[in-house]
């Protein structure tokens, strides 16, 4: 069955090109890959990546070009024709019902008779012998942790028999430890003749993992190159198009007083279950407090309940002696606590995508002017000056910001909130999706926040980032505060560690 | 395991998102789908035995051909336009108000009670009390959903669908027990208002024209200008959005569809005083569902909705007008106008998406 001879390739793609619209998101890209290769697919983010993997995979169909598999022309123009040429892809958000064991999430959809459970675990136990996988077949997904989710994910894709995997920001929501089990994995299966291809931001992994480097740039294939040959400033080169320097600044202020502090803060979720167990920080003026965690260990909950926005259960949250716990968005901006909040989802929360930059800047100030109507004056002078100031790239300032990228978006939310004079800046994830450029553009404007004295809270996921970035980093652990740590005197391992769970020993810097 | 003998077909047709289109396209594209309708339409006239032309002909000059004409279809219109203006307003906050029919009738029974039992109060009085009522009726009736979605997050759409079903059987016991009319000698009926509770006449035509007119300008300004309509817009697109930016959505959600069912209820004040003069169980005769059409086809937009009402009725008025012409009936006429509108909705998707076929290359024209 393994086919795997060295002069074929496991899929090569000739002239693929896709539009969305007048949208160019892929256009004549020409790419194989062998069986036994680990190919990485490297570029910013709206570069096309997802976009020709999901063609790939039978998401979307080609507009033109063709797609071979093992040497013949093929057809996918469903993920069960993907699945039909051994093409298994593995998404960034797990599609696996939460309510079933591992073993039924890997059977789920297949045709073949139903199997024994016994007969059926035994395979699966075989499969996952071979590859190195450890799978607990009757665990239920609920009971998982992401890495486990992954495991059955990628186990979902082996039992159907592919040959070819893709995985799609496979590391995103892992720590340092999960991302080299995942990537032992890997290799294993390169070495019984697989083909990989992997989706990553992150340059490092990209090095340790790949045998060559696709470098995607606005839908065109830049480059290929071996991994062997190359190196991180060369890589980012070719991603962005010019060299950008890799270094983010990390000034150093003198006076810091506590501005912030929270004290046996406790979150409800509403399902019951723990969102956040007595979480104890300040907060002072002039510093970066990066907070570390895997996905959903209690970010979202911490910023939510400091901004207002989620109930809490017990504990305090003081802004300059006052508690500001159990006080409205409205009332706490009317108390003259100047906190700006940029929320992780733009769009959904922290702006309205049908409006323009000017409606959008009066979203937390429309009801200062007296009177029954609103003034758009004001924010309209704000918008035009926000897009001289940061460069926003807009067609005019009533375009509906969902029609502008990503980090023109986040440029018009942290514009906003930083235009407002704050104390104290709680942001999450500012340069998710951002491209390198706009990401070194936001953490220069934190900066500057930062040597005026505001105090700020940075949620981040890329650990290489916040220890930079930060002063001091505080590791989040299914809700409960694992201890916080001097960003200039930890490692990234000792944050991985943290991050799954392992208590900080020793004295408690925030003391 | 690469059974590459399953060989997939290339789809014969596929949808493909288009770029956006220019004004001018998407106007184009509509009369196009206009024509078409008119050409579906024809098809079918001249299936039941009719020249299409001729037909066609009688529904332009029988909206048009004298003023009685006109003003007929001006009366169409009013409580169209109107009970659109109400729900645009939950839509922009993408509440699924579709109870219109409801709160137009409870804003009739509302007013008619002044109508009816009060009609020796001052001409002008009585009419602006009976304003409110139909105002504070409507309003009533869109509350009730609006509280229960607040508070326990009920489902809007059925919930409005179901009051519409109450509103319509409180007429009939209203007809049928405490407001019946003693001189009808027997048969369920509620008497005819007094004149004095009447609304007047403009140009032959009763005043709601006016009023809707007003309420074109006032929802306009409402929306665009204020920032009670600045919240609705914020709470339509995304509730964490409102909350987040310091606003009290359950508040908003109130406020809101009390106006929208307010301006309902004001409807149904208007045709029951102005075109029906007594409280009939016919109302609200699907008005309230009609305008549902007409505000996603005008895209909530006020100027708009006073145009697509007005065609609305015209078609209305001309249907009508054939029908007794030609001895078609009601049904045939109901047909043409499903055919027609059937196009005009339909065209709305090729605005969005375009076909794809087989082998006749791609996207990429």
Same mark, same amino acid.
């Given at each position: 069955m393994s086919k795997s001879s060295e002069t074929r390739y496991a899929i090569e793609l000739k002239d693929i090109s896709k539009m969305f619209g007048s949208v160019v998101a892929n256009e004549n890209i020409n790419l194989s890959i062998k069986y036994g290769e680990i190919l990485a697919l490297l570029g910013e983010n709206g570069s $096309?990546? &997802?976009?020709?993997?999901? @063609?790939? +995979?039978?998401?979307?169909?080609?507009?033109?070009?063709?797609?071979?598999?093992?040497?013949?022309?093929?057809?996918?123009?469903?993920? &069960?024709?993907? %699945?039909?040429?051994? /093409?298994?892809?593995?998404?960034?958000?797990?599609?696996?019902?939460?309510?079933? !064991?591992?073993?039924?999430?890997?059977? #789920?959809?297949?045709?073949?008779?139903?199997?024994?459970?016994?007969? #059926?675990?035994?395979? %699966?136990?075989?499969?996952? !012998?071979?590859?190195?996988?450890?799978?607990?077949?009757?665990?239920?997904?609920?009971?998982? +942790?992401?890495?486990?989710? *992954?495991?059955?994910?990628? @186990?979902?894709?082996?039992?159907?028999?592919?040959? =070819?995997?893709?995985?799609?920001?496979?590391?995103?929501?892992?720590?340092? *430890?999960?991302?080299?089990?995942?990537?032992?994995?890997?290799?294993?299966?390169?070495? *019984?003749?697989?083909?990989?291809?992997? /989706?990553?931001?992150?340059?490092?992994?990209?090095?340790?993992?790949?045998?060559?480097?696709?470098?995607?740039?606005?839908?065109?294939? =830049?480059d290929t190159v071996e991994t062997s040959k190359t190196n991180e400033n060369q890589l980012t080169e070719l991603m962005v198009g010019r060299p950008v320097s890799l270094k983010i600044e990390r000034p150093d202020m003198d006076e810091k007083k506590t501005i912030l502090k929270v004290i046996d803060l406790s979150v409800m979720n509403d399902d019951g279950t723990t969102g956040l167990k007595n979480i104890n920080f300040k907060l002072k003026s002039g510093e970066i407090l990066g907070v570390a965690g895997i996905a959903g260990s209690g970010q979202k909950e911490l910023c939510e309940s400091i901004a207002g926005l989620t109930k809490v259960k017990t504990g305090a949250v003081l802004c300059n002696k006052e508690n500001i716990i159990g006080k409205t968005p409205d009332e706490i901006i009317n108390l003259g606590i100047s906190m700006s909040f940029v929320p992780e989802d733009r769009l959904g929360m922290g702006l309205v995508g049908s409006m323009g930059m000017v409606e959008n800047m009066m979203l937390k100030s429309y009801k200062k002017n007296k009177g029954f109507f609103i003034d758009k004056k004001p924010s309209r002078k704000l918008a035009e000056e926000l897009v001289k100031k940061l460069g926003i790239v807009t067609p005019n300032v009533d375009t509906p910001v969902r029609m502008m990228s990503g980090g023109n978006v986040q440029k018009v939310l942290l514009g906003r909130e930083i235009e407002s004079n704050p104390n104290v800046l709680i942001t999450a994830y500012p340069v998710r999706g951002l491209d390198i450029n706009s990401s070194y553009m936001i953490y220069d404007l934190l900066n500057e926040q930062k040597k005026k004295g505001v105090a700020i809270l940075f949620i981040g996921e890329d650990l290489d980032v916040l220890l930079e970035l930060s002063d001091r980093i505080m590791v989040l652990c299914h809700g409960e505060m694992k201890g916080i740590v001097d960003a200039k005197a930890t490692t990234k391992e000792e944050l991985g560690l943290m991050m799954t769970g392992r208590s900080l020993e020793g004295v408690d810097l925030d003391e | 395991m690469n059974n590459i003998n399953k060989k997939a077909k290339e789809p014969l047709m596929r949808t493909v998102k288009r770029a956006e289109r220019s004004k001018m396209d998407t106007i184009k594209l509509r009369i196009i789908a206009f024509v078409l309708a008119l050409f579906a339409g024809g098809v079918f006239i001249l299936l039941i035995g009719y020249n299409p032309f001729e037909l066609y002909g009688t529904i332009i000059s029988g909206a048009f051909r004298s003023e009685m004409a006109i003003q007929a279809t001006i009366k169409f219109m009013i409580p169209l336009l109107i009970s659109s203006l109400g729900i645009t307003l939950a839509f922009i906050m993408q509440f699924w108000n579709i109870g219109a029919e409801g709160q137009i009738i409870m804003g009739a029974i509302f007013s008619s009670y002044f109508a009816l039992f009060h009609s020796d109060w001052p001409h002008l009085l009585l009419l602006v009390v009976m304003f409110i009522a139909g105002f504070v009726g409507g $309003? #009533?009736?869109?509350?009730?959903?609006?509280?229960?979605?607040?508070?326990?997050?009920? !489902?809007?759409?059925?919930? &409005?669908?179901?009051?519409?079903?109450?509103?319509?059987?409180? /007429?009939?016991?209203?007809?049928?027990?405490?407001?019946?009319?003693?001189?009808?000698?027997?048969?369920?009926?509620?008497?005819?208002f007094d004149a004095n509770a009447q609304l007047d006449k403009i140009f032959g035509v009763q005043f709601g024209w006016v009023i809707g007119l007003i309420l074109v300008v006032i929802v306009y300004i409402y929306i665009k200008n204020t920032k009670q309509g600045y919240e609705i817009s914020v709470v339509g697109e995304s509730q964490a959005t409102a909350k987040y930016s310091g606003m009290n959505v359950k508040k908003i959600i109130l406020r809101t569809m009390i106006l929208s069912g307010g301006i309902c209820g004001i409807t149904g004040m208007i045709q029951s005083s102005g075109?029906? %003069?007594?409280?009939?169980?016919?109302?609200?005769?699907?008005?309230?569902?009609?305008?549902?059409?007409?505000?996603?086809?005008? !895209?909530?937009?006020?100027?708009?909705?006073?145009?697509?009402?007005?065609?609305?009725?015209?078609?209305?008025?001309?249907?009508?007008?054939?029908?007794?012409?030609?001895?078609?009936?009601?049904?045939?006429?109901?047909?043409? *106008?499903?055919?027609?509108?059937?196009?005009? #909705?339909?065209?709305?998707?090729? =605005?969005?998406?375009?076909?794809?076929?087989?082998?006749k290359g791609g996207a990429r024209a």
């Open positions: $096309g990546k &997802t976009t020709l993997m999901n @063609m790939l +995979s039978g998401i979307y169909y080609p507009d033109a070009g063709t797609i071979s598999v093992a040497g013949e022309e093929v057809t996918i123009s469903s993920p &069960t024709d993907a %699945i039909d040429f051994g /093409i298994g892809m593995i998404h960034q958000h797990f599609k696996l019902v939460e309510i079933l !064991n591992a073993m039924d999430n890997i059977v #789920l959809g297949t045709k073949e008779k139903y199997l024994k459970p016994k007969v #059926l675990k035994d395979k %699966i136990l075989n499969i996952s !012998n071979k590859f190195g996988l450890e799978i607990e077949p009757e665990k239920k997904i609920y009971n998982m +942790s992401v890495s486990e989710k *992954q495991t059955v994910e990628i @186990m979902k894709v082996l039992y159907r028999g592919a040959q =070819i995997l893709i995985l799609d920001e496979p590391t995103a929501v892992l720590t340092p *430890q999960e991302t080299e089990k995942l990537f032992a994995i890997l290799r294993k299966m390169k070495e *019984q003749g697989s083909a990989i291809i992997i /989706i990553t931001h992150k340059l490092h992994e990209v090095l340790s993992i790949s045998d060559r480097v696709a470098i995607l740039r606005k839908g065109h294939l =830049i | $309003g #009533l009736w869109g509350l009730i959903p609006a509280y229960f979605k607040s508070k326990f997050n009920t !489902n809007e759409t059925l919930f &409005t669908l179901m009051l519409n079903y109450i509103a319509l059987h409180v /007429i009939s016991f209203l007809r049928d027990g405490p407001w019946k009319d003693p001189g009808s000698s027997g048969f369920p009926k509620i008497s005819r075109s029906d %003069i007594t409280l009939a169980s016919s109302v609200a005769g699907g008005v309230g569902f009609t305008a549902i059409i007409v505000a996603w086809l005008a !895209n909530l937009n006020p100027f708009s909705i006073l145009v697509v009402s007005f065609l609305f009725s015209v078609l209305e008025k001309g249907s009508s007008v054939m029908q007794s012409t030609y001895g078609i009936s009601t049904y045939s006429a109901s047909v043409l *106008q499903g055919i027609i509108l059937f196009f005009i #909705l339909g065209c709305e998707f090729f =605005i969005r998406y375009k076909f794809v076929f087989r082998n």
